[in-house]
Nanobody
């Protein structure tokens, strides 16, 4: 079983910064991708940023230049540094990972989600 545990959300003023972290634990053979989605009230969940096993990254246009991903591979952890936050960044942020786990019939890939952490940008 794999778990994703998030931390770091909260209330911040416009222009401020927050750092989210997400740690994966369990029976992990490899992490193929890891990143963050967000969902604002009344809106669909959208990709914020993702990093892939080869090191490439993908950012939503709305966060480019303000948000940055980093990883601590030894701890199966990904961080999202969020700078110059805007009210429109307010949402529940969900950690996501595509992970290969061992199985009776062989290794398999599955998608995993964290429980979500609230980020509120408001004065």
């Amino acid at each position: 079983q794999v778990q994703l545990v998030e931390s770091g959300g909260g209330l911040v003023q416009p222009g401020g910064s927050l750092r989210l972290s997400c740690a994966a634990s369990g029976s992990i053979l490899s992490i193929n991708a890891m990143g963050w989605y967000r969902q604002a009230p009344g809106k669909q969940r959208e990709l914020v940023a993702a990093i892939f096993s080869g090191g490439s990254t993908n950012y939503a246009d709305s966060v480019k230049g303000r948000f940055a991903l980093s990883t601590e591979n030894a701890k199966n952890t990904v961080y999202l540094q969020m700078n110059s936050l805007k009210p429109e960044d307010t949402a529940v942020y969900y950690c996501y990972a595509e992970i290969t786990t061992p199985g009776f019939m062989g290794a398999r890939n599955n998608d995993y989600w964290g429980q979500g952490t609230q980020v509120t940008v408001s004065s």
